[in-house]
């Protein structure tokens, strides 16, 4: 039973910064258990923002991110993090942390993600 658990949103004007959490539950990191956030926004599909590879560390982020957002991990804690940077209106969005037990740095589409959170909000005025 794997569980993800997100926070860390909330409302903040543009260039602002944010920091989302999400702690699983139920599933070891490995190689093939790497961790990522998406995100999706009313009425459009979930997206891809970044992703961190379980073992190596090693990262990938969406060219709208990159520069802007940084990933990271806490093995010892089961948890990801995204930093969030000089936050944009067209950054809002509902935020997912998912597993995908599939996934890779180079296979990143949500449908290889194996387990979702529930979400957490991000809004960025203007």
């Known amino acids: 039973q794997v569980q993800l658990v997100e926070s860390g949103g909330g409302l903040v004007q543009a260039g602002d910064s944010l920091t989302l959490s999400c702690a699983a539950s139920g599933l070891t990191f490995s190689f093939n258990t790497d961790m990522g956030w998406f995100r999706q926004a009313p009425g459009k599909e979930r997206e891809f923002v970044a992703a961190v590879s379980a073992r190596s560390g090693a990262t990938r982020y969406a060219d709208s991110v990159k520069g802007r957002f940084t990933i990271s991990r806490d093995n010892a804690k089961n948890t990801i993090y995204l930093q969030m940077n000089s936050l944009k209106p067209e950054d809002t969005a509902l935020y997912y942390c998912?597993?995908?037990?599939?996934?890779?740095?180079?296979?990143?589409?949500?449908?290889?993600?194996?387990?979702w959170g529930q979400g957490t909000q991000v809004t960025v005025s203007s």
């Open positions: 998912g597993i995908g037990r599939l996934a890779s740095l180079t296979v990143v589409a949500p449908r290889f993600y194996d387990f």
